[in-house]
């Protein structure tokens, strides 16, 4: 699976943004997939996850409410919808495609990385 992330950009502080990940090399549904996100100096920490057939989701407290993990299957995409953004929010977003079908909070599970798309938030 190759993953191609985009849709990062410079937003002001309660603005919003929607990051895509397109997905190709082998059928997309079959995989979990999840956002992630490295500040710098940071570690890289979960963000959102998505079953295969979209069905399930899970979501970090800390933008619980604020984004919404997506996909559209029959286009081989993920999304990430980002409103009411906070300057906490800065980091570089990394999409990545699950071992299984299922949704994961955890880096580990996760087999295929995008190469990450930056997001800067202005206060």
């Known amino acids: 699976v190759q993953l191609q992330a985009s849709g990062g950009g410079l937003v002001q502080a309660g603005g919003s943004l929607r990051l895509s990940c397109a997905a190709s090399?082998?059928?997309?549904?079959?995989?979990?997939m999840g956002w992630f996100r490295q500040a710098p100096g940071k570690e890289r920490e979960f963000v959102a996850t998505?079953?295969?057939?979209?069905?399930?989701?899970l979501y970090a407290d800390s933008v619980k409410g604020r984004f919404t993990i997506s996909r559209d299957n029959a286009k081989n995409t993920v999304y990430l919808q980002m409103d009411n953004l906070e300057p906490g929010d800065t980091a570089v977003y990394y999409c990545?495609?699950?071992?299984?079908?299922?949704?994961?909070?955890?880096?580990?599970?996760?087999?295929?990385w995008g190469q990450g798309t930056l997001v800067t938030v202005s206060s």
């Open positions: 990545a495609a699950s071992r299984t079908n299922y949704r994961s909070r955890y880096l580990n599970d996760y087999e295929y």
């Open positions: 090399g082998r059928a997309f549904s079959r995989n979990g």
């Open positions: 998505i079953n295969g057939s979209g069905s399930s989701t």
